[in-house]
């Protein structure tokens, strides 16, 4: 899935998008497994939850805010 179209679905249900990692993220994207700069991410931001980005085409689907623990990416 392209990333502009993901920063769409995001944007139409009032997400926001950053370039990089600071305190207002609260997710990040993606479709890679789990690795040694995810536990370093979550070390200097232990709020962070990786999501895959199905999380986001299902919500654009079903046009609604779903519940993201079943597409987290675990380590």
């Given at each position: ?38 536990n ?23 046009n ?8 987290i990416?675990?380590?």
């Amino acid at each position: 899935m392209q990333q502009r179209l993901l920063t769409r679905y995001i944007a139409a249900f009032n997400g926001e998008v950053e370039d990089y990692m600071n305190q207002k993220v609260n997710f990040v994207v993606t479709k890679q497994h789990w690795d040694d700069n995810f536990n370093q991410a979550v070390s200097e931001n232990p709020h962070l939850i990786f999501v895959k980005p199905t999380w986001i085409t299902t919500c654009h689907e079903k046009n609604k805010l779903i519940p993201y623990q079943p597409y987290i990416v675990v380590p």
